[in-house]
């Protein structure tokens, strides 16, 4: 029998830019590069600006470049059930995070990580809001998600190693 998937949830501000490329990206480089791990994977924002939007543009763009499609995706709000569901919460920015961190039941709130602190030999622990920048803004979303999503990879490995 198939182990349980590690539940995995994305989130950002409006759910149409970084959370949504992060779900895309991960699933897309756990299938590749880790198809014996076993993830669930989901998105979400923390505001409601977006709600039934699909993926900003640039940021759909941007990913297709790369090989990752994410036209599927229709945005949502975190909701309380998120935190009962998900094995790991990961926050985009620090902003998103304390909000999660405040709306998370106690027991729910060590689940609730910064995405990019997977990331050895850094100091960046945000990725930046894109929304409102030029378009260099959603290659360098790629690139801290890419990185951060193989560093993650790494550490649900060694996790299962370690079981
Ligand atoms: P996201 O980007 O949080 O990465 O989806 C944003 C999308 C929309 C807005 C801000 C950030 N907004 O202010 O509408």
């Known amino acids: 029998m198939d182990p349980k998937p590690v539940r995995i949830l994305f989130v950002c501000l409006g759910n149409i830019c970084r959370s949504p490329t992060a779900e895309a990206v991960f699933r897309a480089l756990a299938a590749r590069e880790a198809p014996d791990l076993h ?3 989901d998105s979400a924002g923390t505001a ?4 039934g939007s699909a993926p900003d543009a640039r940021a759909q763009e941007a990913a297709r470049r790369r090989g990752y499609d994410m036209s599927g995706r229709r945005a949502r709000t975190i909701e309380p059930l998120d935190f009962e569901r998900f094995d790991l919460i990961l926050a985009m920015d620090r902003s998103n995070w304390s909000a999660l961190r405040h ?6 709130r060590e689940r609730v990580r910064l995405f ?8 960046v622990l945000e990725v930046p809001d894109p929304y409102y920048g030029g378009p260099n803004g959603f290659e360098e979303v790629l690139d ?5 999503s193989r560093a993650l990879i ?3 490995r060694e996790q299962v190693r370690a079981a």
């Open 39 to 41: 993830v669930s994977i």
């Open 48 to 51: 409601n600006y977006h709600v």
């Open 103 to 108: 709306a998370a039941p106690r027991a729910a």
């Open 116 to 123: 990019l602190e997977y990331v050895q030999d850094t100091d």
């Open 144 to 148: 801290l998600i890419e990185a951060a």
């Open 154 to 156: 790494r550490h649900l």
